[in-house]
């Protein structure tokens, strides 16, 4: 114990907290929820929406709890007649200045101003109405994210995120007093500045005015078209998330019931983005081998290493932006979602006697950033756009509802064939680490011959919750044709969230590091709190996630990339070999440099 | 012309490449030319490892951090209470009349804009305004045009 013990009181309850303990959270140790705004668990403290004003006996003014720190002999009410008073009037001068229009608002339902003026029965508006006072704008631009400036109260979580978790700063808080305002540079709209469209603003807004570009309807459209055959697609960490869309608790892994409900929808083939992701991992893994070998043995200058991954669109925007000059470091594969695109309207649609533009490729993600991807000008190798529609795991939630369907009294079932098979090693691409820990099982196996020296397949040095993570792994006993590899230790690092992914990169900028791989995911968690996953979001919530997908993947038969079956089949009637001219075409990609500023 | 890069080297030297250095930059920057350009801002950004949107946002709180162009003499009327129990009003219509501005607006030649501000702390000597860094209390109509013309005659001369 190296705090002090500090004891005070709550409604009159005792308790025992350390130095430094915060009123909201000494509260919560007693169970007494005390309402929050600005508020998040995941972000520093900001104090400034005061609805968790408490009352202090023998203080003057009420108190914001989640910004005072506990001191000995406190006495606290939460829910004094002036406490509940002074909340009521916070949340009616809230609404004054909020465009409250919820039944047509996209978070209607899931709203915490909405539940505060709920729960606290505001009744008729007590202020003068200012909306239409407020110099408001709406972006819609981008194809990810809506900003509705008539909704935003100010709490500045976005700006929190934006710069404390993702190191990006789009956002920061522009003008004073009533012309205050979240604001881009100049008010430029979010596609034509520093965003990378990750959506971890949108999880953490408490409103509607950060929300998503839904693409529900079109979805619908295409489903009730006669003349298209509409395949979905699922990404690893959609199973493990939909369920809180739907009254789950988080953890909850719901793969056979997903694939059920997608059916029911009308899906005409229900496949899996992990299908593409063992795919991504023999791509990648050569293309991994291959840059080595230049180095190491061809001694080619002119190929960059370390390798970075290159399957999180968020990640591939930031460095466009700030790291233009790493970019022949990022590895060329597309992502998983687009090799998907690529492939089911080229592979699939012959297989199934189809004609690409028939096809229409719809991905369920867990992320924002995807629907951007699937609009960049380069994602059209099979000469259509190769994914046509993005849905959020949110909106997913969404469409299942809207069907009317009982999910819980779905019974389970597997995927379509053709694209559909997968392994562990594609489902641990939702987890930070996964990517890495999926490429090591393939890669070190391909080269030695033998599985990688972990029990149970299982790299634990690569997985867990530090932001930047090292691991070096050294092969020996190599197949005679990789004997250039023999002995060599080879270092991998992992980063989650671009605020981590920017200072691994300064380092390696800096020559303080040196490393061979890095796996970088834009966010906390990696996928599995992506900007498209179900809100609220938590460090307890993604842990629970996370030990879900391990889960996942340890209780699969297959848990090697390369020993998917359904993409060695693609190998041997279609694509050739890994990094075949074929698989160039139509699996690998090239970048932009980007301003910063 | 104005260098923005010298501005930078200078203040951080003596600040250092931190955010303490903004605002003295940001201020030398207008002290020169009255207010902040698209690529000035960038530079700053540049210079401080910040994003441009910070900078804005920065400057945006700041009535006198002005991020649209700016005429060569800003003028301030004060919009406060007891200024306008003065009577700024009829200033303020005096000043757009013989400027043919509105407020917000720069005159055409680039010389004048005409701006309001919050309380200068001349409460007691309203109603007043703020010529660049000049306070003009005690005003009339009248005496609000002539001060003008002085600048005026001032520039041509
Ligand atoms: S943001 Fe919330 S309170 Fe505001 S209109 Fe939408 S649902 Fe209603
Ligand atoms: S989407 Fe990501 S990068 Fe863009 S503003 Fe939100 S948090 Fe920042
Ligand atoms: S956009 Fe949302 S998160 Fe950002 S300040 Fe407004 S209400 Fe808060
Ligand atoms: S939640 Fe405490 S001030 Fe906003
Ligand atoms: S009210 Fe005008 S200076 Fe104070």
């Not at chain 1, 720190?69 to 909020?98: D, F, W, Y």
């Not at chain 1, 597309?334 to 991905?363: I, R």
């Not at chain 1, 867990?464 to 004997?483: D, L, M, S």
């Amino acid at each position: 114990m190296n705090k002090f013990s500090v004891n005070l009181t709550i409604n009159d309850i005792p308790v025992t907290v350390p130095e430094g303990t915060t009123i909201l959270e000494a509260a919560k140790k007693l169970d007494f929820r005390i309402p929050t705004l600005c508020y998040h668990e995941d972000l520093c403290v900001a104090g400034n929406c005061r609805v968790c004003v408490v009352e202090q006996v023998g203080a003057k003014a009420l108190v914001a709890a989640c910004a005072t720190p506990v001191a000995e002999g406190m006495c606290i009410h939460t829910n004094s007649a002036t406490v509940r008073t002074a909340r009521k009037t916070i949340i009616q001068l809230l609404l004054s200045e909020h465009n409250a229009d919820c039944t047509k608002c996209y978070k209607n339902g899931n709203c915490e101003l909405q539940n505060l003026a709920h729960e606290y029965r505001v009744g008729e508006h007590v202020f003068i109405d200012l909306i239409n006072e407020r110099r408001l704008t709406i972006d819609d631009l981008s194809p990810s994210i809506i900003k509705d400036d008539s909704k935003c109260i100010r709490c500045q979580r976005c700006v929190r995120t934006c710069h404390d978790i993702q190191g990006v700063s789009a956002l920061a808080v522009a003008y004073k007093g009533d012309h205050q305002k979240i604001s881009t540079f100049l008010d430029h709209p979010l596609v034509e500045v520093v965003c990378t469209n990750c959506g971890q603003c949108i999880n953490r807004c408490p409103v509607g005015a950060l929300v998503e570009k839904t693409n529900i309807e079109e979805v619908w459209d295409a489903i009730n078209d006669p003349t298209k055959h509409v395949v979905v697609q699922t990404a690893p960490a959609v199973r493990v998330a939909i369920g809180e869309e739907l009254g789950y608790d988080p953890g909850e892994r719901l793969t056979g019931k997903m694939v059920t409900a997608l059916r029911r929808l009308g899906f005409n083939s229900v496949l899996d983005t992990d299908f593409t992701a063992d795919l991504t991992i023999l791509e990648e893994g050569t293309e991994l081998l291959t840059r080595l070998k230049k180095v190491l043995v061809d001694k080619d200058e002119t190929v960059a290493l370390p390798m970075t991954t290159s399957c999180s669109p968020g990640w591939v925007k930031f460095i466009e932006h700030t790291f233009p000059e790493f970019l022949p470091n990022v590895s060329t594969c597309k992502s998983p979602q687009q090799m998907f695109g690529a492939l089911a309207k080229t592979y699939y649609a012959t297989k199934k006697g189809l004609k690409a533009q028939d096809v229409c490729v719809v991905s369920i993600m867990p992320c924002t950033a995807k629907k951007y991807e699937a609009n960049r000008p380069e994602m059209r190798s099979s000469g259509y756009k190769d994914v046509d529609y993005v849905l959020t795991t949110r909106e997913l939630g969404t469409m299942i509802k809207q069907a009317g369907i009982n999910f819980r009294n779905l019974e389970e079932s597997h995927y379509d064939s053709l694209m559909g098979d997968s392994t562990g090693a594609g489902v641990i691409f939702g987890a930070t680490g996964g990517v890495m820990e999926a490429a090591l099982r393939t890669v070190y196996e391909i080269v030695t011959g033998r599985e990688v020296p972990f029990k149970n397949l299982n790299i634990l040095p690569v997985r867990g919750i530090e932001g930047v993570r090292e691991a070096t792994i050294k092969i020996e006993g190599c197949q005679p044709e990789w004997g250039f590899l023999e002995g060599v230790e080879v270092s991998c690092a992992v980063a989650h969230s671009l605020a981590n992914a920017k200072k691994l990169m300064e380092a390696v900028k800096a020559g303080l590091v040196n490393y061979h791989f890095i796996e970088i995911m834009a966010c906390p968690g990696g996928c599995l709190g992506g900007g498209g996953q179900p809100i609220p979001t938590s460090a307890e919530i993604r842990n629970k996630r996370s030990q879900a997908i391990y889960n996942e993947d340890a209780g699969l038969p297959l848990r090697k990339s390369h020993d998917n079956p359904e993409v060695k089949i693609l190998y041997e009637e279609f694509l050739g070999a890994p990094n075949s001219h074929k698989a160039h075409t139509l699996l690998h990609t090239h970048y932009t440099p980007r301003k910063r500023y | 012309m104005l260098d923005v890069q010298k501005i930078i080297e200078d203040v951080t030297q003596v600040y250092g490449k931190s955010r303490t250095a903004l605002m003295p930059i940001l201020q030398a920057v207008v002290k020169e030319r009255n207010y902040l350009e698209d690529k000035e801002m960038i530079a700053v950004a540049k210079a401080l490892d910040l994003s441009p949107a910070e900078v804005f946002g920065t400057a945006s709180f700041y009535t006198f951090l002005d991020t649209v162009p700016r005429g060569k003499y800003c003028i301030r009327v004060c919009k406060t209470i007891s200024c306008h129990m003065a009577g700024k009003d009829e200033i303020i219509k005096a000043l757009e009349d013989t400027l043919r501005i509105k407020v917000g607006e720069t005159t055409v030649d680039k010389q004048f804009t005409l701006m309001t501000a919050n309380c200068l702390g001349w409460c007691h000597k309203g109603p007043v305004m703020l010529i660049n860094d000049e306070v003009y209390p005690e005003l009339t109509p009248q005496r609000a045009i002539e001060i003008v013309n002085g600048y005026r005659r001032e520039n041509a001369g």
